[in-house]
């Protein structure tokens, strides 16, 4: 090998040395900060999706059960240092759900404003996610099902004691509990908001929402939106939604259907962008093996029914209570997991796992969105991944993702607002232009200084 070809190669390391210096020193400092590694939260998120689907697989909307997922919500808001507002709704002949919502506020963004100078304004980041969950009506077993099923256990019961055998232990396939949709994504705003504790350095002031009645064509959402006054609804730059993370392939990331107007993807899709760049630019990969992915379809038909075929990426399939925000023009962000890797519309679904197939590859709102089932085929070993002999990393992937979600939503955060700086934006802002004008003075001045006077010429 020649020595030029050597010097490109040496030239080319060090270029590569030099980029990533500064993303293992934000890495470094985060966690000399923090004391703990990027998103490590432990098991707080994932013990309190289980918790709830333990103690509240039926919370129906408008349901007892919804209700008293509610008050533990309120609970565990109140552990973590905070008081929740309870927005209450009803529906006529079907009962009463509700919101519950954490404001905190930021720091305020530096506004430019016509007359030249820069005012604070606040401007408002929602994460949210829906509380309740219900099996689809065709997978939901008959009241003359039901029946039937305690009539024939009540018989094996009696048989049984006749025969002086022991009851049978022996549980269902599937238990639905929603432990997927949606008390990962609850579970993952909750954590959010404890990790939020961390940082005193947030602009944005932050709305957590847990909406109630999800399943309801997103009554909840509705109901929180419609309430907010003009200017609340105009403050809003940007709304996190998170939504069954457990039981998909990969998460994915998705901004909402009106990012498909060519006139403003860009600007509706901003957002989506700065996640996927705070997920790049930490060590997730490395720690957890954890991806954010996009919809890479790339199929060609009219998704949003405007009469024009268009590209489907980085939107989803799934509607959820995002749907609310973005037909108001509000970026938003949309965390789910799923499989998008085909070639066809009809043969995509939640997952290619072949034990998890009795519903086609779906599981959002069938059966098979059962706790001890999905945690059998899904929880693998813990591992040591630099192998000093020490565990280093979890093998339950609801941990995980509940982690890794909940980091990449708060540090997004940290990328501020494009209608304006934050304080430290503002003060380094001011710095350059003093700099600017003393430089500009100065030089006007040298150049002045040495002009030859008429009478010299």
């Known amino acids: ?133 219900a099996v689809l009506p065709e997978y939901a077993p008959k009241e003359d099902e039901k029946k039937d099923d305690k009539k024939k256990d009540d018989k094996k019961k009696d048989d049984k004691k006749a025969d002086g055998e022991a009851e049978p232990t022996e549980r269902p396939k599937y238990v639905f509990d929603g432990i997927s949709d949606n008390a990962s994504g609850t579970a993952c705003v909750l954590t959010a908001m ?37 200017e609340e609804l105009l403050s809003i730059d940007v709304m996190y939604d998170i939504d069954s993370l457990y039981a998909g392939d990969k998460v994915y990331a998705s901004s909402g259907y009106k990012s498909l107007l060519s006139t403003q993807k860009y600007e509706m899709r901003r957002k989506l962008y700065q996640a996927y760049d705070v997920c790049f630019a930490n060590p997730l990969y490395t720690y957890y093996r954890f991806d954010l992915y996009y919809n890479e379809s790339g199929l060609r038909f009219d998704v949003n029914e405007d009469g024009y075929k268009d590209i489907y990426n980085e939107v989803s399939g799934t509607m959820s209570d995002y749907k609310l925000f973005d037909e108001r023009g509000i970026p938003v962000v949309y965390f789910e997991s799923f499989d998008y890797n085909y070639t066809s519309l009809d043969k995509m679904k939640e997952t290619k796992n072949l034990n998890i197939q009795d519903f086609g590859g779906k599981v959002r709102r069938t059966p098979s969105d059962c706790t001890y089932f999905l945690d059998e085929l899904l929880i693998t070993e813990d591992v040591d991944r630099n192998n000093d002999g020490e565990i280093d990393c979890s093998g339950d992937r609801l941990q995980i993702r509940v982690n890794c979600v909940a980091f990449i939503v708060i540090e997004s955060l940290l990328k501020g607002s494009d209608k304006g700086m934050t304080p430290a934006q503002y003060e380094q802002f001011k710095k350059e232009a003093t700099r600017q004008t003393y430089f500009t003075e100065t030089s006007e001045s040298t150049s002045e200084t040495a002009k030859p006077s008429e009478s010299s010429t």
């Open 1 to 133: 090998m020649n020595s030029t070809r050597l010097k490109k190669i040496a030239a080319t390391a060090m270029c590569f040395a030099v980029l990533a210096q500064p993303l293992l020193l934000t890495s470094c400092k985060k966690e000399e900060k923090t004391g703990r590694r990027t998103a490590d939260y432990g098991s707080f998120g994932s013990d309190i999706a289980r918790e709830i689907a333990a103690k509240f697989p039926e919370r129906a909307a408008y349901s007892e059960g919804e209700k008293a997922t509610g008050d533990y919500i309120e609970s565990k808001i109140r552990e973590l240092g905070y008081t929740p507002e309870i927005q209450k709704f009803d529906k006529e002949e079907a009962g009463t759900s509700a919101n519950y919502i954490v404001k905190i506020p930021g720091t305020g963004f530096y506004v430019h404003q016509p007359d030249g100078t820069y005012q604070i304004e606040h401007r408002v980041a929602v994460i949210g996610a829906h509380y309740d969950a």
């Open 194 to 230: 404890m990790a939020f504790k961390e940082y005193t350095n947030i602009s944005y002031d932050v709305w957590f929402v847990f909406f109630g009645a999800g399943t309801d064509n997103f009554a909840g959402a509705e109901k929180f939106v419609t309430s907010l006054q003009g």
